[in-house]
T-cell receptor, first 109, second 113 residues
Framework: GQNIDQPTEMTATEGAIVQINCTYQ??????LFWYQQHAGEAPTFLSY????GLEEKGRFSSFLSRSKGYSYLLLKELQMKDSASYLC??????????FGTGTRLQVFP | KAGVTQTPRYLIKTRGQQVTLSCSPI?????VSWYQQTPGQGLQFLFE???????NKGNFPGRFSGRQFSNSRSEMNVSTLELGDSALYLC????????????FGSGTRLTVV
């Protein structure tokens, strides 16, 4: 079957660094996505990894290891506005996006 | 460039009724996907349309259907509504050849009472 696991909730302090992990088992692999979703809003694209390694984009970085079925999203210099749900999704071999249930991150002052 | 537009934003329906939700993709995007989001299950894939053809379907009962028009706008329909259909319904559009760039709309919040 298709399975994507990520922690349900995480908390962190403003200015800190947080790493959100995602492990996956899917029918094929055509890339891994991270989305941010604030309550009541649309998910917004953060990053895309299709090759192993680290992709850095400002305060956000995403890492992929295809052999381990593992990815993480790293958020640096946390700000209050980073409080949101973070969604890990894998595009399978039929081009469907398979999502995890999301990690709700709360940033405290 | 306008984003993905979903209407209506909120909807309350009674069990047994049917509902139609609309999604207008970003101009130039010909691929539209639909997802159901619930607190316990996360986002689950419903179906994807490209050039008015359904090219992919998730594991939902036949009560869930959709279609796409020649201008790429898409609708999804749910018949014989059940309480468990209460959810946020999201659509996403992308340029079909793009490896990424799925852009989501803000969703339609459906409540079945």
């Amino acid at each position: 079957g298709q399975n994507i696991d990520q922690p349900t909730e995480m908390t962190a302090t403003e200015g800190a660094i947080v790493q959100i992990n995602c492990t996956y088992q899917t029918s094929g692999f055509n890339g891994l996505f991270w989305y941010q979703q604030h309550a009541g809003e649309a998910p917004t694209f953060l990053s895309y990894n299709v090759l192993d390694g680290l992709e850095e984009k400002g305060r956000f970085s995403s890492f992929l290891s295809r052999s381990k079925g593992y990815s993480y999203l790293l958020l640096k210099e946390l700000q209050m506005k980073d409080s949101a749900s973070y969604l890990c999704a894998v595009r399978d071999n039929t081009d469907k996006l398979i999502f995890g249930t999301g990690t709700r991150l709360q940033v405290f002052p | 460039k306008a984003g993905v537009t979903q209407t209506p934003r909120y909807l309350i329906k009674t069990r047994g009724q049917q509902v139609t939700l609309s999604c207008s993709p970003i101009s130039g995007h010909r691929s539209v996907s639909w997802y159901q989001q619930t607190p316990g299950q996360g986002l689950q894939f419903l179906f994807e349309y490209f050039s008015e053809t359904q090219r992919n379907k998730g594991n939902f009962p036949g009560r869930f259907s959709g279609r796409q028009f020649s201008n790429s706008r898409s609708e999804m329909n749910v018949s014989t509504l059940e309480l468990g259909d209460s959810a946020l319904y999201l659509c996403a559009s992308r340029e079909h050849s793009a490896n990424y760039g799925y852009t989501f709309g803000s969703g339609t919040r459906l409540t079945v009472v």
